[in-house]
């Protein structure tokens, strides 16, 4: 156990507050839909790992791709230098991304892509010399952690001691059944009194604000008007990205694309962190010219990292197999029905499917951050399941590989705490 001493004694973690905390799990291993902890427990993966590990971990098609790319090229600078895994990723992704998508930039995680679109959106308006600088975002929309992506998120519970360094931000709400007409209105409102960049938004489905859903019409109408606004739509599929929804992008759902997309987590299959940001071409052509100064100058030292490339390449051909094309529709189905059963239970409330997500909100009051999510998590784990809860909502995101037993499982423990809590 001389990892969780080590661990105490000099890791900081992410989303902790060390002080009242609880001592976190050491997995020696994992393998599927199944975490192996040191101590001989056993864990399934109810959230892929937090949306990474699509078909679930240590998956042979895509370890033996990166094992024989770290044997050919392992890193080269990207500034000058360009390589085959990148051109082939480039190739293998336009095909399933929305037809519009024409160019790809390369970053490291979720938040520095969103980070770069941004950016790239304030500098298509600064080469056209013009001045915009409000971004729009949902409320309750999450993004990623760094200055750009903080500002765009609306979950800022946490965002105190930074919010007078962010950038202005209008919010609007998700387009629900009858709530469009008021929010093209409170668009046409916050046009006419701000110099608006860029929409940042989470298509479909937001997930860290609890895998809240909203509809693709209101969507439509919502982008459209950007459009008519030359306001720069960045659809950030960081977590929807990769089947989550049923499709390859919730873009490909959308009547009306987006010109930037931010794609990562599943990307690589949780392999290697790494991440893309998308564009359309009149995108990028806003950047040539004579001027050296109207390139983007935004670069990350590990952009295009072969092995990181080979992990997403193999991803992406694993993702369009009808294995898991089948298993997609599986789990869709298991849900569906499960979903179905929980829908005679007044304790789950606001139940929802969508591809491999099915979420649902515990009907017993609390605050987003109260002790009720830790007391859930802690009964799932107890039961040998990792669901992580946010706020009084439960969800279920399985890797690909997880079987129909496995999904009895993570079903049962639901099942369970309806009963205990
Ligand atoms: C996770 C997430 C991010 C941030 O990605 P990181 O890799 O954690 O920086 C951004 N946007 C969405 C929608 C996410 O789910």
């Excluded at 973690?13 to 994992?30: D, G, Y």
């Excluded at 010399?129 to 903080?150: S, Y």
């Excluded at 479909?204 to 606004?229: P, R, S, T, Y």
């Excluded at 049923?246 to 794609?263: K, N, R």
């Amino acid at each position: 156990m001389t990892t969780l001493i080590t661990d105490q004694k000099h890791i900081w973690h992410p989303l902790t507050q060390h002080k009242t905390s609880s001592a976190p799990v050491a997995i020696a291993r994992a393998k599927g839909a199944v975490l192996y902890g040191e101590d001989g427990k056993e864990y399934l993966d109810g959230i892929a790992s937090w949306y990474t590990s699509l078909f679930g971990h240590c998956h042979p098609f895509i370890t033996e791709r990166v094992t024989a790319q770290m044997q050919q090229l392992d890193q080269i600078m990207f500034t000058g230098f360009t390589h085959k895994p990148a051109t082939d990723l480039a190739e293998s992704l336009f095909k399933i991304l929305p037809s519009n998508q024409a160019k790809m930039f390369f970053n490291d995680n979720g938040s520095t892509a969103v980070e770069a679109g941004i950016k790239m959106a304030l500098q298509y308006h600064h080469n056209k010399g013009k001045k915009r600088n409000v971004l729009i975002a949902f409320e309750d929309g999450f993004h990623g952690d760094t200055f750009g992506a903080m500002s765009a998120s609306g979950l800022s519970v946490y965002n105190g001691p930074f919010n007078e360094f962010l950038i202005k931000v209008e919010r609007i709400a998700t387009p629900q059944e009858d709530t469009i007409d008021d929010i093209l209105k409170r668009l046409e409102e916050i046009v006419l009194h701000n110099d608006c960049a860029a929409f940042v938004f989470e298509p479909l489905v937001q997930g860290a604000a609890g895998m809240k859903m909203h509809e693709v019409a209101g969507l439509n109408k919502i982008l459209a008007f950007c459009k008519q606004h030359d306001i720069i739509t960045i659809a950030d599929e960081v977590m929807t990205g990769f089947g989550k929804t049923g499709t390859h992008f919730a873009s490909l759902q959308l009547d009306v694309y987006p010109d930037i997309m931010c794609l990562s987590k599943a990307l690589t299959a949780g392999l290697l962190p790494m991440s893309l940001t998308t564009c359309s071409q009149h995108i990028f052509d806003n950047f040539l010219s004579d001027e050296i100064a109207k390139g983007f100058f935004h670069a990350h030292t590990y952009s295009g990292n072969p092995l990181a490339c080979a992990a997403a390449i193999a991803s992406i051909e694993l993702l369009q197999s009808e294995e898991m094309q089948d298993n997609l529709r599986r789990i869709t189905e298991r849900h569906t029905t499960f979903a179905k059963a929980l829908s005679k239970n007044s304790k789950a409330q606001n139940i929802r499917v969508k591809g491999m997500i099915l979420a649902f909100e515990l009907s017993t009051k609390m605050e987003r951050y109260g002790n009720l999510r830790y007391e859930l998590y802690q009964f799932f784990m107890d039961r040998d399941v990792c669901l992580r809860p946010l706020g009084n909502t439960i969800y279920v995101l399985p890797p690909l590989v997880t079987t129909n037993e496995q999904l009895a499982k993570i079903y049962g423990v639901i099942e369970e705490a309806l009963e205990a809590f």
